[in-house]
């Protein structure tokens, strides 16, 4: 059997896949829209005062919030899975179809198949937003807030570094724009100044890339103010190898303005490795960073959870709000034993790992049990 054919046979969705799959996709668009609204509507508030009380741009202000729902959708699309879940299941139960089904033959775990499938790839989907999409558009609102409603660029915030120079001045770097999947600094300009704090030298470049341990400055011009007034002058230099004071970890850490929900983990990763942080830094940055991989697969837990609650809230004859009722008291109970969990992990950061993953192998159990039990029935 060649791998084409393995595809169609074991890959090919079968009637009961495709009407499950039906039956949630309706009730996970409602969810999607209703939990989208509501954090919507926190962040329509908090723009209107921005627009209100510091005058920034209407413009400005509906690109932020067009670049706040990637990350939102971190956490709204595990909550619209469950409530599509605990719908689709209690309108499957309330109108018999679940009994029907088990009449003609098919168990009730076969049924459920193809929604923990489902939970599966939303899991993936989330933890590809998380890590790809809500990053990028964090830069974008940090470049939004730096370059129109602070009336500042980074060239002025973000991207100066001070360091000091062995023979006793100090180096300051300039730049106005830093590219992350390069590492490389934009536009540099470098002015290195003596103990009295007069220039001796200032360097312009296209680009500052890292490699290693050091900053290489692509077609740089260089400007040497000798004691007796005079200038050297050396344009158009290739490339010059220069310490800027600063790793770009480092400078990744100050744009993101210290905060790890705002990086992928491969930004975390490096600014751990950097050595640079301090002690309460790195256990915050460690749990973080495990919690990154934990969290997207809430979706196939609440998944879990959701069946054998959905077939409990079509017994207690409630309609779509009882199925809200139970969507949002399993979110708030997850999200309490996370919290919990995320204070351990960083007073215990040597097992992180464990921490991070103990909310969902506890809801995990506790969604199988009740699932075994609702399969008996």
């Known amino acids: 059997m060649t791998f084409r054919q393995w595809a169609r046979c074991y890959l090919r969705l079968e009637i009961l896949d ?19 609204l509501i954090f919507a509507a926190t962040s329509l508030l908090n723009l209107g005062r921005l627009v209100s ?18 990350a939102e959708m971190s956490l709204v699309l595990p909550m619209a899975l469950l409530l599509g879940t605990l719908l689709a299941i209690q309108r499957l ?44 558009a964090s830069d974008q609102i940090t470049e939004i807030e730096n370059t129109v409603l602070t009336h500042t660029s980074a060239f002025n915030r973000d991207l100066t570094v001070s360091a000091p120079l062995p023979s006793g001045g100090r180096q300051m770097t300039y730049a106005t724009a830093y590219e992350p999947h390069s590492q490389a600094l934009l536009h540099v300009t470098l002015i290195q100044y ?23 400055l692509e077609n740089a011009s260089i400007y040497r103010f000798n004691p007796d007034g005079t200038v050297i002058a050396e344009p158009h230099i290739a490339q010059q190898q220069v310490a800027l004071g600063e790793n770009p970890s480092e400078i990744v850490q100050r744009i993101k303005q210290n905060d790890p929900e705002n990086m992928s983990r491969a930004e975390i990763r490096q600014i751990v490795a950097s050595g640079q942080l301090t002690a309460t830094e790195y256990s915050k940055y460690v749990t973080t960073y495990q919690e990154k991989l934990a969290k997207p697969f809430a979706c196939f837990v609440f998944m879990l959870i959701a069946i054998p609650f959905g077939m409990r809230a079509a017994r207690s004859g409630g309609g779509t709000g009882v199925g809200f009722g139970f969507a949002v008291a399993i979110v708030f109970v997850y999200y309490i034993v996370l919290t919990i969990f995320s204070y351990i992990s960083e007073a215990y950061v040597l097992l ?11 809801f995990t159990v506790f969604g199988l049990v009740r699932l075994r039990r609702a399969a008996s029935v």
């Not at 029907?100 to 775990?109: D, E, Q």
């Not at 992180?352 to 506890?362: D, M, Q, R, Y």
Request: hydrophobic share 55%.
């Open 18 to 36: 495709r009407y499950m799959l039906a039956e949630l996709s309706g009730p996970f668009g409602f969810g999607l829209a209703a939990f989208t």
């Open 53 to 70: 009380s510091e005058h920034a741009p209407v413009w400005a202000a509906i690109e932020i919030f067009f670049w706040q729902l990637p």
């Open 93 to 136: 139960s309330g109108e018999s179809e679940i009994t029907a089904m088990k009449a003609g033959g098919i168990s009730f775990m076969r049924m459920c198949m193809p929604l923990l499938a489902a939970g599966i790839a939303m899991s993936v989907v989330t933890f590809v937003v998380q890590e790809v999409v809500a990053p990028f």
């Open 194 to 216: 003596d103990r009295n704090n007069a220039p001796v030298q200032i360097i312009f470049a296209d680009r500052a890339d890292f490699d290693a341990a050091e900053w290489t």
């Open 352 to 362: 992180a790992p464990l921490w991070a993953w103990v909310p969902n192998i506890i």
